[in-house]
């Protein structure tokens, strides 16, 4: 699975702390081709978030080759994997992963 070109600014800890993490996958797209649906998961890589799905926030969009997700209250400590899938009108299934560190920004 590819990796995105850039890991994400580490993400602040605490139950009001939600951002906005975007994909482009217009490298990715062939002539035309455009994003049917999309779908994000979140894995804790250290372990110390039991629920790292739950941190997604809402219901994931599409703008023109770029997919955003809201994403909160993360765990300090923790580094998650962040993923994106979408399929596309040429039925291709195609995936762009990160990395975030969570810290306690106070």
Known sequence: MPRASIDFS???AGASETSTFTFDFAALLGTGETISTVTWSMTALLGIDTSP????????QVSGTQVLQRIGTAVAGETYRILATITTSA???LTLYAHCQCQNLC
């Open 10 to 12: 580490p993400l602040g």
């Open 53 to 60: 799905a739950s941190r997604l926030v809402g219901t994931p």
């Open 91 to 93: 039925s291709q299934t």
